[in-house]
């Protein structure tokens, strides 16, 4: 590898040919602070935040460094009053036209502009006071709201929804001081095609982006005595739930996380991951009677709400190859309202079903036809894992100390299949466990790992003899990945039986109400790699690690549903899609 | 959320619609070709309402948005049609001091349209311009090719009405 030698603040330091100063300085340990720069999606040097003074023996002269490149010889200064003092008249400039609410702001104490702002001493933050735009505020979507008056139109939100996601439901609009980032034609993001993923929640600096919040409706509800609130927790809360309360990324925290939940009050606090390993029982078995039977292959997963939308507005003419199986969290609302309501002789509208989830668009998702199992819907209330660390703060419960406690029983067990469906390729591994030990005729040597679908690549294939059968398979996260995988479906040209798509790149673990984490992170460290060895290593450590071994779910078969897609099981773990449009008009 | 939508009732023909499917598929593959689709796109219908653009993002397979924002950043781009009878009224600094502000607002407020939109009837549309070069009757606008100077805005009802 070409290598190109420079100094950074007199320090010699050697990166290669094509790196910029950021990159450069990033491998020698210097930091640059950055504002509108996100990795490979967002590289348009427009907020002028990092820059510094780099001199090429033309004297030196102030440069973007996230989009500067280094030249042989190049002397850069990242922290001279000249420096210090250009960013400091930027963040005033920014903040001319800023709602400076910073007290209730839900990004307060994490906001990256609050950040800079303290970093760089802006003691005065009306120094450049003039007229300041009025936005109107966008609540129309299921999950989220947008308050313009708070965004500094880094375009960060604009490159996670067009080029991660490959929808562009949102953009730039107008020109200069009243230029605002919005839908076309003054659209509110729910009447757009917007799938509700959260990516662009997670991606801004600000808080102008933000989940909406059903966080005081579940304490009224935990304070009503008549009530039974009952809460589930996704299998990738536990993977990064304690970042916010600073533990490293990566380190699981499931114990202390129901021992979270029991403090504040929920009268059960059981695991969505019981309802992975039903999921596996419903889905193996869906996709074992379509090989068998001649249905609609390939077979593809509906556990990601982001997904299932997606499907609905882009391809719905492909809708008859979704699994009809709800997702856990849905499975989960159904069975705590019929055979949990039962066994415990509760009323189902009795009961409060809250889950914590990694996403927003379980938000929208509780709200759709045909997720009322009892005739009430499954789901009552979702929050974010955001919205779980906020109200933990909130309650006063020191998380870090915790002790760690275990899930109640009979909805808190599972195994590790159902702990895996956080990451991407997980869903597909716990499947392939399952539905090759029914095909090997239900040995207990069957095989446990498919290594071959692990790991953060956007598209992975794979193909497995299985007693005299191939079973070809596809994974893919990230929608515009998924949109790689539709296309080929849609024209004929995929020979897959059975695909797993999870919207968010990397899966649940990196989903759109996981803890933002800021770019500073975000554009040196793997976020996904690193959250998903949190779950593969509960996986690797859990007694039983196979959906259909789990003791609770056969109880559950044996006492409630009979067998996997029985008529009861039909009626209360699966449901049907709609056909959307991708504009209305 | 405030709709930025025309209020004119689209009336686009068969014919329209041909000839626009046509300069698509003559420019989809080629790269920065969304420009020259719009501005042509603009010679056939006179301006880019949703209907229009949707077509564009779809024969192009772009999202919307994309025109949308390209649409709103040049001021050449019309999202809504011009009136049979188009008025513009002179911002520029000595109409502006003299109170064309004021005239303005009274014609938007008479007609219940802002600058850059159209009567839903399509008699019509209002905008700003900068200077007609008759400072001296200050302060100025012009309805089609007429020039109406030393306003007031008491006097503009009486102006409309002459073209009812």
């Excluded at chain 1, 609050?114 to 966008?138: M, S």
Aim: proline share 4%.
């Amino acid at each position: 590898m070409e290598t190109i030698n420079i100094t950074i603040n007199g320090m010699a330091v050697e990166a290669p040919k094509g790196s910029t100063i950021l990159q450069a300085a990033k491998s020698a340990g210097i930091d640059i602070p950055t504002l509108c720069y996100l990795k490979e999606i967002n590289e348009i040097g427009a907020c002028r935040i990092c820059m510094v003074e780099a001199d090429e023996g033309r004297g030196a002269r102030l440069v973007a460094s996230c989009v500067y490149p280094i030249t042989e010889g190049m002397k850069v200064y990242t922290n001279t009053p000249k420096v210090i003092d250009y960013r400091k008249k930027t963040l005033q400039l920014i903040l001319s036209d800023h709602d400076k609410k910073c007290l209730s702001c839900v990004r307060s104490g994490k906001c990256e502009l609050q950040k800079l702002c303290h970093d760089f001493g802006v003691d005065d933050e009306n120094k450049y006071a003039g007229v300041a735009n009025e936005f109107e505020i966008d609540c129309s979507a299921a999950h989220m709201v947008r308050d313009n008056n708070k965004c500094i139109n880094c375009r960060r939100c604009i490159a996670a929804c067009e080029k991660t996601q490959g929808i562009g439901v949102i953009g730039a609009n107008n020109r200069g001081f009243i230029t605002e980032i919005s839908s076309p034609f003054g659209m509110g993001l729910g009447e757009t095609a917007c799938v509700c993923c959260g990516q662009c929640i997670a991606v801004c600096p600000t808080g102008a982006i933000y989940e909406k919040s059903d966080v005081d409706k579940i304490m009224a509800a935990i304070a009503d005595p008549t009530k039974h609130v009952v809460v589930q927790t996704a299998p990738a809360v536990r993977a990064a739930l304690g970042e916010p309360f600073g533990i490293p990324m990566g380190t699981g925290v499931e114990g202390k996380m129901a021992a979270a939940l029991r403090r504040i009050g929920f009268e059960k606090v059981f695991d969505t991951d019981f309802a992975a390993d039903v999921t596996i029982m419903e889905e193996a078995t869906e996709l074992l009677g379509r090989v068998t039977n001649g249905g609609v292959l390939p077979m593809i997963t509906s556990c990601s709400p982001g997904w299932i939308k997606f499907c609905e507005h882009y391809y719905p003419d492909q809708l008859a190859h979704l699994s009809s199986c709800k997702s856990p969290q849905q499975m989960f609302g159904g069975i705590l309202k019929t055979y949990y309501a039962e066994k415990m002789g509760w009323d189902s509208k009795d009961i409060v079903s809250v889950s914590v989830m990694p996403c927003t668009a379980k938000k929208f998702e509780i709200g759709r036809d045909d997720m009322s199992a009892a005739g009430v819907p499954d789901l009552d209330y979702t929050m974010t894992t955001r919205e779980l660390a906020r109200l933990i703060e909130r309650c006063g419960i020191d998380f870090k100390n915790l002790p760690d406690e275990a899930f109640d029983d009979p909805m808190g067990e599972s195994t590790g299949a159902a702990v895996i469906f956080g990451a991407t390729g997980g869903v597909m591994e716990a499947a392939l466990r399952t539905a090759v030990w029914k095909l090997t005729g239900e040995t207990n040597d069957s095989p446990l790992e498919f290594k071959e679908v692990r790991g953060v690549e956007g598209i992975k294939e794979a193909t497995y003899e299985v007693a005299g059968l191939k079973v070809k398979v596809a994974v893919a996260s990230g929608l515009s990945n998924a949109r790689i995988i539709m296309d080929k479906i849609r024209a004929g040209e995929a020979d897959y039986t059975f695909v797993e798509i999870m919207a968010c790149p990397g899966g649940c673990v990196n989903g759109g109400g996981q803890p933002q984490v800021p770019a500073s992170v975000r554009n040196f460290t793997d976020i996904r790699a690193e959250r998903a060895k949190a779950l593969y290593n509960y996986d690797e450590n859990m007694p039983r690690r196979k959906s259909h071994e789990n003791e609770s779910v056969k109880k559950l078969y044996a006492e409630y549903f009979g067998e996997p897609n029985s008529h009861r099981a039909h009626e209360v773990l699966h449901t049907t899609y709609v056909e959307r449009k991708i504009h209305e008009i | 959320m405030s709709s930025k939508k025309t209020t004119v009732p689209f009336a686009g023909t068969k014919e329209q619609e041909e000839a626009l499917k046509k300069i698509i598929a003559e420019n989809k593959d080629q790269k920065g070709a969304l420009m020259p689709v719009m501005q042509k796109a603009q010679d056939i219908y006179g301006y880019l309402p949703i209907e229009v653009q949707t077509m564009i993002a779809d024969g192009m397979g772009i999202p919307l948005e994309k025109v949308y924002g390209v649409s709103t950043f040049y001021s050449q781009f019309a999202l809504n049609p011009k009136g049979k009878y188009q008025i513009s009224v002179c911002l520029g600094t000595a109409c502006y001091v003299k109170g064309s502000g004021d005239v303005y607002a009274k014609i938007e407020e008479i007609l219940g349209i802002k600058g850059g939109e159209c009567t839903p009837d399509g008699k019509f549309s209002l905008d700003a311009c900068r200077c007609v070069g008759a400072c001296g009757l200050a302060p100025v606008m012009m309805i089609n090719d007429e020039v109406y100077g030393r306003l007031k805005p008491d006097d503009v009802k009486g102006i409309l009405d002459q073209f009812n």
